[in-house]
């Protein structure tokens, strides 16, 4: 089992940047490829970014290309989201999720095993 626990969201203005981070528990970690989510009041859950289990292959959203970077670090069990260029539409609760079978690039919430609580991003205009 996995357990993850996101940080570094906040309030930040249009244009800004954070940084957030995924730490997982459990020596596990680099079996599985992970994945970042937002979702914003009255939306569905959506895919923002991916990553293989090695950190060699990332996936991005369309809306974030250019804007967001995901990395790993399985050293130190944590998975991050970049996130720069920010905008009011990127206001969301981002998740962190872990998928034991996939390579990153699954953008369906259903096939990852393990979430965690999410961190609340919001960009004000």
């Known amino acids: 089992q996995v357990q993850l626990v996101e940080s570094g969201g906040g309030l930040v203005q249009a244009g800004g940047s954070l940084r957030l981070s995924c730490a997982a528990s459990?020596?596990?970690?680099?079996?599985?490829?992970m994945g970042w989510f937002r979702q914003a009041p009255g939306k569905e859950r959506e895919f923002v970014a991916g990553i293989s289990r090695t950190g060699s292959n990332t996936y991005d959203a369309d809306s974030v290309k250019g804007r967001f970077t995901i990395s790993r670090d399985n050293a130190r069990n944590t998975v991050y989201l970049q996130m720069n260029s920010l905008k009011p539409e990127d206001t969301a609760v981002f998740y962190c999720?872990?998928?034991?079978?996939?390579?990153?690039?699954?953008?369906?919430?259903?096939?990852?095993?393990?979430w965690g609580q999410g961190t609340q991003v919001t960009v004000s205009s």
């Open positions: 999720a872990a998928d034991l079978y996939g390579g990153g690039d699954n953008r369906n919430p259903d096939a990852y095993e393990y």
């Open positions: 459990g020596r596990t970690f680099s079996r599985y490829a």
